[in-house]
């Protein structure tokens, strides 16, 4: 098959969650002799539109431009350039299936009508649903604008892969899109080799953008409640500085550093020499760092909240912790993690046991059968089971 996936930050340029996810089965798509196409923003250096990395085409479709904001939000310009460079897709080469990237939701307008034109079926990778009060809090009186760009997106793909059971459930009940068309598609993970255990130079760790729910400011004060205890923070955003500065306000400047990602193997590298990943985020769509540090043998502590999905990846007690968004009890439960190393070897091993089914070639296999049966679809629609 020729497949399109339109998506404004991929890695290795940019470093992420859904950019992984779009990288691995990119490769591996392609690897399977599939013609893969990633329609992105001009991220390379080199001058041309289009460049093959790893058996991929990058083809830009719009100019790089900032994606956040000073606040961390989402820039409105770059969703406006982007979703008018999506229209690019009218000339551009065939394709059998287009899968659009929720974020920003702006080319799906593009990819609805160019679909529309070529008589091509659209698919849609989603990775977290906002329900109108978060759409009124982050855009004020445009909130309403969000929440309906976000539900003519969802209806408007043929296929939509959501990443959680959470996601795919507020699909379907809080959008409207019809049960049969959306699938769950949980990303792969790496899981680390038997016998590799590598020295654990950091208590806790923490991987991610620095923003305000993902309560990195709680991690902190619970670390100050635990003697000892070291810290890792990886991540850039605009919390950064206030987070650098409360950690010094606690007097643990001595025992947590501050770490900007760099290449995808480095933050790994990391995780395995860690003890414990903590996440105190209260929205999230999946939780991929919990999983890659489950590959790498680190159990992981969220917290209990409807709007994260990252619990769903979390057997309390088993593969890791979930806990209340209060420092205190965090720091209770980090301090008798780090005291017995009994629990620490059996969570190790059942971390590891849990990240094993969660497969990339899994991830392509459900993904490859899906695309295949709407394409024959699309084709043949008179052969849709009744």
Known sequence: MKLAFLSDAVYPFHHGGKETLHYERSVRLASRG????????????????????????????????????????????????????????????????????????TPFFAAWLVCRIRRRPMTATWHEVWDRDYWRDYMGWLGPVGFWMQSFAARSADLVFANSVVTAHRLTHWLGVDASRVIVLSPGTTVAKSGESPRKMIDCIFVGRLLPHKHVDVMLRALAL????????????????????????????????????????????????????????????????????????????????????????????????????????????????????????????????TAATYTWDAHVNKMEAALNALVGEISNPLAKPA
């Open 226 to 353: 635990t003697p000892n205890a070291t810290g890792l923070i990886i991540g850039n955003g605009p919390e950064r500085d206030r987070l650098v500065a409360l950690a010094d306000e606690l007097g643990i400047d001595d025992r947590v550093r501050f770490e900007s990602p760099g290449s995808h193997e480095a933050v790994l590298d990391r995780l395995r020499a860690s003890k414990l990943l903590v996440l105190p985020s209260t929205r999230e769509g999946f939780g991929v760092a919990v999983l890659e540090a489950n590959g790498c043998g680190v159990p992981a502590l969220v917290v209990q909240h409807p709007d994260n999905a990252a619990i769903e990846l979390v057997r309390d007690g088993v593969t890791g912790f979930i806990c209340d968004l209060a420092a205190d009890r965090m720091a209770a439960q980090i301090r008798a993690y780090l005291e017995d190393p009994l629990l620490q070897s059996r969570m190790r091993e059942a971390a590891l046991t």
């Open 34 to 105: 599939h013609a893969v196409r990633i329609l992105t923003m001009h991220w390379w250096p080199e001058r041309g539109g289009s460049i093959v990395r790893d058996g991929i085409v990058f083809q830009a479709v719009a100019p790089r431009t900032a994606m956040y904001t000073a606040k961390g939000r989402r820039a409105i310009w770059e969703s406006v350039l982007f979703g008018l460079g999506s229209l690019r897709l009218l000339w551009s080469r065939p394709f059998d299936v287009l899968d659009v990237d929720q974020f920003p939701f």
